[in-house]
């Protein structure tokens, strides 16, 4: 009994403390219920207040609008005064947007660039100073060399240097003299130095360059004529000349085709193309004093004889000979190994030393390390390498240095490790030259006949070396 009475007691416990629970929560809920309810009435409260404050703003604007408008139609001298206001401000605005635009326009055609000239050398300090002054200078000096052997970055065969550097003293000639300036076309495979030697000749010549790419007008459709006239304009503006190079000049200056040979189906892009090499002969239909034509390519035949007949020098770039191919990876192994160091004999090569950089550069750089030449290597080893590469074009001998560049920077050891000495020896050059021969066999970049041709022939910039 005492046992039933005990859990009876507790039942009853429960049972309170259940209860109270549930009315202490409903308490709860009827107090976020009136304060939810009183929130509300204050934000409807704030809302009508509001919308009363603006309709009676609304309402106190239209009557002072209303005055001013009775106001202002009562008196005459006020509506004519009101009338010129507002035909003054539309005026003002109009009149500032097509000033601002004109300006813009201004400003786009004398600093900004034609949207078909890749680069340019154009904005020059010179070009401040008043015409009869530069002429006066110009002509005080004597003609530079495009090519000479103090500046051994571009390298090409005697007979072909002879020949620029003799443009080169014409042009210079013309352009201190005033008269009309020569049109030029360098022909050959890409990798062969036709655009450093334009950028070179306007250089020496004292003109600005500007670089454009064929393969550049045929996309534009029928808006390469406009920008072809752009560039010609542009380059006319230009106080100190300039020399405008095309490369891949085949690309938009190839032969017409007459209409009735034309492909069916493309007409739209025939007479686009043919609508380009019109109004690139128009502009060059005379010779001028402050434009020059430098054309390259490497299909000669696939130019219009418009075009040719607008030239007045041909220049052929051929394949580097072995001399030059000798001269070429000197060149090459200077720019990415370093200085050579010879021992006493001038013909064993001991190391190469990294060139320090210029300026504050130099005193923040670390020094790198030497690259030391092992196995005997000597000038008559990279004689021989250059011997092997018959067919190569200066653009293929430069990758071919950097890729032994590669090879000695990221030499490593058995465990995985980089190596601790960086170092170059004969067979370096001939494992290398073994590789990318294998490679560009593969890749049947070489001619299947004669195998007389370049490495690499990819889409050409002209940027050979």
């Known amino acids: 009994m005492r046992h039933e009475a005990a859990l009876a007691k507790a039942q009853i416990e429960r049972e309170t403390l259940a209860e109270k629970a549930r009315l202490e929560e409903e308490a709860r809920v009827r107090e976020a219920k009136a304060t939810q309810s009183l929130e509300l009435e204050k934000i409807v409260a704030?809302?009508?207040?509001?919308?009363?404050?603006?309709?009676?703003?609304?309402?106190?604007?239209?009557?002072?609008?209303?005055?001013?408008?009775?106001?202002?139609?009562?008196?005459?001298?006020?509506?004519?005064?009101?009338?010129i206001l507002l035909a003054c401000i539309f005026f003002g605005y109009f009149a500032a947007r097509e000033i601002a635009s004109a300006l813009a326009?201004?400003?786009?055609?004398?600093?900004?660039?034609?949207?078909?000239?890749?680069?340019?050398?154009?904005?020059?300090?010179?070009?401040?100073?008043?015409?009869?002054?530069?002429?006066?200078?110009?002509?005080?000096?004597?003609?530079?060399?495009?090519?000479?052997?103090?500046?051994?970055?571009?390298?090409?065969s005697d007979s072909v240097a002879a020949k620029v550097n003799a443009i080169g003293y014409a042009v210079h000639a013309c352009h201190t003299r005033g008269t009309a300036l020569r049109n030029v076309l360098f022909f050959g495979a890409p990798g062969t130095g036709k655009t450093l030697v334009a950028e070179r000749l306007a250089r020496t010549a004292g003109l600005d360059y500007a670089l454009m790419s064929g393969g550049d007008v045929a996309p534009l459709g029928e808006k390469a004529v406009t920008e072809l006239h752009r560039v010609f304009d542009w380059a006319a503006r230009s106080p100190r000349g300039v020399l405008i190079f095309v490369d891949e000049a085949d690309a938009f200056l190839k032969?017409?085709?007459?209409?009735?040979?034309?492909?069916?189906?493309?007409?739209?892009?025939?007479?686009?193309?043919?609508?380009?090499?019109?109004?690139?002969?128009?502009?060059?239909?005379?010779?001028?004093?402050?434009?020059?034509?430098?054309?390259?390519?490497?299909?000669?035949?696939?130019?219009?004889?418009?075009?040719?007949?607008?030239?007045?020098?041909?220049?052929?770039?051929?394949?580097?000979?072995?001399?030059?191919?000798?001269?070429?990876?000197?060149?090459?192994?200077?720019?990415?190994?370093?200085?050579?160091?010879?021992?006493?004999?001038?013909?064993?090569?001991?190391?190469?030393?990294?060139?320090?950089?210029?300026?504050?550069?130099?005193i923040l750089a670390r020094r790198?390390?030497?690259?030391?030449?092992?196995?005997?290597?000597?000038?008559?080893?990279?004689?021989?390498?250059?011997?092997?590469?018959?067919?190569?074009s200066g653009r293929g001998i430069a990758k071919l240095c950097s890729a032994l560049a590669l090879a000695v920077f990221g030499r490593h050891t058995d465990d995985g490790r980089l190596a601790d000495a960086l170092t170059i020896s004969p067979s370096d050059f001939d494992i290398l030259i073994k590789e990318k021969s294998e490679e560009a066999r593969h890749l049947s970049l070489f001619d299947k006949h004669s195998r007389e041709s370049f490495l690499f022939p990819l889409k050409s910039n002209g940027n050979g070396h």
Request: a positive charge.
């Open 46 to 83: 704030r809302g009508a207040a509001a919308r009363d404050t603006a309709i009676a703003a609304v309402g106190h604007t239209l009557s002072m609008l209303g005055e001013g408008a009775n106001a202002l139609l009562g008196d005459p001298t006020k509506l004519r005064n009101a009338a």
């Open 255 to 362: 032969r017409r085709v007459d209409e009735a040979h034309a492909a069916p189906g493309g007409d739209a892009s025939h007479s686009g193309s043919r609508a380009a090499v019109n109004a690139f002969l128009a502009r060059t239909s005379s010779q001028s004093t402050r434009v020059m034509l430098v054309l390259a390519t490497n299909r000669p035949h696939d130019l219009d004889a418009a075009v040719l007949d607008r030239v007045d020098a041909t220049i052929e770039f051929p394949m580097p000979g072995a001399v030059e191919r000798s001269r070429l990876l000197r060149l090459g192994l200077t720019r990415d190994l370093g200085t050579p160091e010879t021992n006493g004999d001038g013909k064993s090569i001991k190391c190469f030393v990294p060139r320090r950089p210029s300026g504050l550069r130099s």
């Open 368 to 392: 790198q390390p030497d690259i030391m030449a092992v196995g005997g290597l000597n000038w008559a080893h990279v004689d021989a390498a250059a011997s092997q590469l018959g067919g190569w």
């Open 105 to 156: 326009e201004v400003m786009r055609r004398v600093l900004g660039q034609p949207r078909l000239v890749r680069a340019s050398s154009r904005f020059h300090l010179s070009s401040l100073l008043p015409g009869f002054v530069r002429r006066i200078f110009a002509s005080s000096k004597p003609p530079p060399a495009v090519i000479s052997g103090d500046e051994p970055d571009i390298v090409l």
